[in-house]
Structure formats: structure tokens, C-alpha cells
Nanobody, 124 residues
Framework: QVQLEESGGGLVQAGGSLRLSCAAS????????VGWFRQAPGKDRDFVAA????????EYADSVKGRFTISRDNAKNTVYLQMNSLKPEDTAVYYC?????????????????WGRGTQVTVSS
């Protein structure tokens, strides 16, 4: 079992940047692949980015390619989401999720553990 907690959300103007962190505790962090998802009011929880256990493989939603970067530091038990060139449509609650059995990628329902989320609001 692993516990996840997101941080770094807030209010930012369009075109600005924000870095989210997902801190893990409870078990060996390097055993889990991690994904970022987001959910706006009245919308589904959509895939944003994912990273493999070692950090060697990443995947991004088309809507964030070239703007967002996912990375991890297993020594610090943390996964990051660097968000640049933010748009109002990026406004959502952002969640990190962990999976212990291989690669889950964008398959939301297959992740085993979830954080409580952090709010990101992009103003125009």
C-alpha cells in the first residue's frame, strides 16, 4: 500500500507556469508507475500524463504535449508535473495515481491508489 498527496496547485494567469508535486509514503516508491489526471466540474476525470517505475517511459495526453512534463525522483519519493503555457481550459482538480502491476498509462480505472487532488485555476 502507498499513500499519495498532491501539492503545488493554485491560481495562475494564462501563459504562466506551475509545478505540481506528488509525494508518496508507505512502500517502496520505485515499485509504482504513476499517472496524473484532472477533473473539471461536470467533467470526467481525464488522463494527463504517466511515467514508468524507473522514469524511462512517459506518456502524455494530446492536449498537453509540448507544454507539460512529468518526471520523478525516487530518492525523494516524489513525482512532478511541470506545467508551462497554461490555458484556462487546464483549470481542474489534479490527481496523482499509482499502479503496482506494470504499465497502466491512460487507463484510469486500472490505477490502485489515488491522492486527494490539488486545485489548479488558470485565469484569462
Amino acid at each position: 500500500q502507498v499513500q499519495l498527496e498532491e501539492s503545488g496547485g493554485g491560481l495562475v494567469q494564462a501563459g504562466g507556469s506551475l509545478r505540481l508535486s506528488c509525494a508518496a509514503s508507505g512502500r517502496t516508491f520505485s515499485s509504482y508507475s504513476v499517472g496524473w489526471f484532472r477533473q473539471a466540474p461536470g467533467k470526467d476525470r481525464d488522463f494527463v500524463a504517466a511515467i514508468s517505475r524507473s522514469g524511462g517511459t512517459t506518456e502524455y495526453a494530446d492536449s498537453v504535449k509540448g507544454r507539460f512534463t512529468i518526471s520523478r525522483d525516487n530518492a525523494k519519493n516524489t513525482v512532478y508535473l511541470q506545467m508551462n503555457s497554461l490555458k484556462p481550459e487546464d483549470t481542474a482538480v489534479y490527481y496523482c495515481a499509482a499502479g503496482a502491476s506494470g504499465w497502466y498509462g491512460r487507463r484510469r480505472d486500472n490505477y490502485n491508489y489515488w491522492g486527494r487532488g490539488t486545485q489548479v485555476t488558470v485565469s484569462s
